[in-house]
């Protein structure tokens, strides 16, 4: 029965992932990318300085920087670690170039949804901010155009319950702690008739849930709090890991780029005929990318809409370093340490496996410490990411509801949490599929505003730099 429903979710994730949305998401970005004049290259300096620069005064509940640190908190999870490495194993080292492109284009878009997220949020009397999609689709397109906002919510609380927010990162942080703690599977136990698990999944998945209701209980501004200090923190610890797998190994950096790049136009030169069509590894690489960054989903522009800022501009810009960190730079890393030591090549591994054999085989220390460094690394950022589409589908039911007041909230938040501890118990495949069936869903919506409102994002931008060109 569990093969039946496997393959019919695969089947559906081929369609929703088909070639057609994969065109809107990029044509999108190329559109904005073009009409803004590769502000993503041009105005990259400025936003990274202008990340770590909160501005004074402005509406809204948190602080530029620590919007960001939300939406990063749910980008930077499994997505960079797992993602990659089934994106990879899937598709060929080429999903690698397809994944950066997709980011590179993507940047515009993420900067285009945080400047409308800021443009057309609401703020309250008492400083409580609700922005996104949903707004711009309402508000910016007008009001016959609701439905679509509403779409977009209903995707929107689909995705923190069974796409990014919960099944994936719980799933990937406990398949973490069994591949460390009881890698052979010695120490198992029978869970309701679901079959046998680890004890260290178990126990990992009770402690999870526990810490996830604690933080999710405080609402946005503890989320927010604690974001800011995990993310940025293993961000950094992360990168000097995987950097150091690459300098390690720097004379095979050549090769591998030659092999990501060959790949990427034919899989079957590298990978000896078991990827064998651009389009899957165009597809895995895409698709990944899109549920690692986000760009496209209309995610991000939520916890924007949160920003203390007057200029919609400046926290577009912010919002748009997310991409870069999150893929540009993190993710690629993943995929080179992947690449560099061959564990995409390596027989009966999946998910945190592979990118745990780069660590143990790449590093010059010992497997156990880098298996443990790995871990450490992937609980914290699933976790962060489990916090932050909280935030997100919450937002997604209050514009549904219209009211943040109301009991079905609190209803939610405890089922996300049941959510939460139940997904250790789905199979890999499954999660992942479901994951980007959601986020297919949740685009679609999206990226139709964003076409219909490109022409706003120019006008905004071009008067926001001219008014500020001495300034700057």
Known sequence: MWEMINQLITKIDNLVWGVPLMVLILSGGLLLTVRLGLLQMRRLPLALRWMV?????????????????????????????????????????????????????????????????????????????????FYYIQEGMGKNWTWLAKMFAVFGTMVGLFGIGTFSQVNGITSAIRNFFDPNRQHTVNVLGLGDYSWAVVIGSLLLTLCVAAVLLGGVQRIARVSQIIVPFMAVIYLVFALALVLFNITAVPAAVVTIVKGAFNPAAVTGGVVGSMVVAMQKGVARGIFSNEAGLGSAPIAAAAAQTKEPVRQGLVSMTGTFIDTIVICTMTGLSIVITGAWQQPGLE??????????????????????????????????????????????????????????????????????????????????????????LMAIPNMIALFALNGVVVKETKAFFAANKHKI
């Open 351 to 440: 998910g945190v496996e592979v990118t745990s054999y780069a660590f143990q085989n790449g590093l010059p220390i010992p497997p156990q410490l880098a298996s443990f460094v790995l871990m450490v690394c992937l609980v914290f950022f699933a976790f962060t990411t489990i916090l932050g589409w909280d935030y997100y589908s919450e937002r997604c039911l209050e514009f549904l509801l219209g009211s943040k007041e109301h009991g079905f909230l609190t209803v939610y938040r405890w089922l996300y949490i049941a959510c939460v501890f139940v997904g250790p118990y789905m199979t890999v495949a499954a999660v992942w599929n479901i994951a980007d069936i959601v986020n297919g």
């Open 53 to 133: 620069k909160n501005e004074e005064g402005g509406d809204g509940e948190i602080s530029s920087f620590a919007a960001l640190c939300t939406a990063l908190s749910a980008t930077i999870g499994t997505g960079n670690i797992v993602g990659v490495a089934t994106a990879v194993c899937a598709g060929g080292p080429g999903a690698l170039f397809w994944m950066i492109v997709a980011a590179f284009f993507g940047m515009a878009t993420k900067y285009s949804e945080g400047l409308l997220a800021v443009k057309y949020r609401k703020v309250d009397a008492d400083g409580h901010s609700l922005g996104g999609p």
